[in-house]
């Protein structure tokens, strides 16, 4: 293999020559082939990369194959040796009511018996609906949802939408109108109209199982006493996750403050593009043969996002929080133990049956490995940064376990 690099700010570019009598003939071997080419030079120099090589042909001549990877890099960020970590601890938010009756009711979908109904929704129905929430004739980002499942119920906290699907039937069509929140993120749709086009699917008939059968299906306990402690416990950790992101989202945004560094922008524009691409372009091209709208929306692509600047502040925010995080991995002298990388590879093919070295291989194949170790140093730098946090409650400062051991 011979190669050279041609550096620019935030940026390598490599070409790459291979013969093609090393390289195979299908598609997506010569694809991992050239990956893993790519992937061993940035081993080698060490690169800190921010997304995965983007690889192209240039040309084919004299049984040569030479190709262009363009690396993008993490940009450096300088971040104050002195660091403000003292941080107002945010509320920490106790197990309600109808987190358990939620978590109840996905267990009786999932474990209840269904068979399509003969006749129009009822309550007590479980309904498949597509959606797409619209204000002033424009998409609401994030809105569209494909094959979406609800239980028709009438319990408090039911959504109003609920009642809007009574009397429905499969390939229905149905209109919700809602008043958009005061805290809207875009100012001009604060407190207006908007309008939800639903799609029915399909409606079926829900027999929800005894609640002993339905702890013992979802394997937490014999009985329903149990299975309620369970999934009590199981919103007490939730809630302690997101209270512990609060935390570090809240210390990175202060200590950016006196960082200096710039997230380049076409970081940000790729970073929209790809999230349009997995949210509302997917859930688009599923549902567009059943509501016309979504084909009009599919089609301005991108654009239907364009005024949303939240959307791409958001992105921003992100990458921020990715360089300094990448700064203060940088300034570890331990590096990363094999035993760090092991155990997160683990954990990772545990639900796929895999293990580490499985995992890996699987990385390697996919030039995945550089990105893979880059993300576990992020994540030691996310929680060396938590713990010399000084989080305050009033005038006493707590240990970031306090926030674990808080009573409900």
Known sequence: ???????????????????????????????????????????????????????????????????????????????????DLQIEAPELALPQEQDLMERIQALQIRFGETKPSQTAADWGDLVRIDWIGICQ?????LSPKAGFFMLLHQEPWASPLAATLIGAQAGDSRIYTETLPQD???????????????????????????????AQAAGLGSDFDTLLSHLHQEIRDQNQ?????????????????????????????????????????TQLVEMQDHLPIASAFLKAGQKNWQVHSYLAQKIKQDLSF??????????????????????????????????????????????QTQLFLNQIRLEKASRWLLKQAQIRCGEQILPLSSGFSQKS
Do not use: F
């Open 1 to 83: 293999m011979k190669y050279s690099l041609k550096q620019v700010p935030n940026q390598i570019q490599l070409t790459i020559q291979l013969p093609l009598t090393d390289l195979a003939q299908a598609a997506d071997q010569r694809k991992a082939q050239l990956q893993a080419a790519s992937a061993k030079l940035i081993q080698k120099y060490q690169w800190q990369v921010a997304r995965e090589p983007q690889i192209k042909t240039v040309r084919e001549n004299s049984g040569i194959l030479e190709i262009l990877c363009t690396v993008d890099l993490l940009p450096e960020m300088i971040v104050p040796e002195n660091m």
């Open 241 to 281: 996750t997101r209270w512990r992101q609060n935390i570090q989202q809240r210390l990175m945004k202060q200590i950016l403050k006196s960082c200096q560094g710039k997230v380049p922008e076409y970081w940000i524009e790729a970073g929209l593009a790809a999230w349009w691409q997995e949210s509302d372009a």
């Open 184 to 214: 809207h993120p875009y100012l001009p749709w604060r407190g207006q109209s908007a309008e939800y086009h639903i799609y029915v699917e399909s409606v079926q008939n829900l027999t929800v199982p005894p609640h002993q059968y339905l």
């Open 137 to 141: 004739n424009d998409l609401i980002p």
């Open 322 to 367: 990715q360089l300094l995080l990448n700064s203060l991995a940088e300034r570890n002298p331990d590096g990363l133990k094999e035993a760090e990388i092991t155990q997160t590879l683990e954990a990772v093919g545990a639900p796929l049956n895999m293990n580490s070295e499985l995992v890996w291989n699987a990385l390697q194949r996919d030039g």
